[in-house]
């Protein structure tokens, strides 16, 4: 599976986003898509997860309430709509997908084998 990222941009804060993640195929069983992000000289962190019937929604404390994630099944696409941005939501963007993701590990990082290659987001203050 690949996956293709898109959407990023430079805004300023307090502005939004709509990032998109196009999969290459649609496994046949349920699977987890998720949204990453790296800092320049961090980690990169988990932003928000779901599984591909829809459930299991899930947001790291930092963006809660001014982020959403979604999908299309129909086209093979994950969202993450960005709102309220801050100068601390600048990072690369990464989307991720696995299939034999659980619930318990929606949101960690290791539990995803295939990442598409980022999208920028920068955010000025």
């Known amino acids: 599976v690949q996956l293709q990222a898109s959407g990023g941009g430079l805004v300023q804060a307090g502005a939004s986003l709509r990032l998109s993640c196009v999969l290459s195929r649609r496994p046949s069983m349920r699977y987890g898509m998720a949204w990453f992000r790296q800092a320049p000289g961090k980690e990169r962190d988990f932003v928000a997860a779901i599984f591909s019937t829809g459930t299991g929604a899930t947001y790291a404390e930092s963006v809660k309430g001014r982020f959403t994630i979604s999908r299309d099944n129909a086209k093979n696409t994950v969202y993450l709509q960005m709102n309220s941005l801050r100068p601390d939501d600048t990072a690369v963007y990464y989307c991720?997908?696995?299939?034999?993701?659980?619930?318990?590990?929606?949101?960690?990082?290791?539990?995803?084998?295939?990442w598409g290659q980022g999208t920028q987001v920068t955010v000025s203050s």
């Open positions: 991720a997908s696995d299939p034999s993701v659980i619930l318990s590990n929606l949101g960690s990082r290791t539990a995803y084998a295939y």
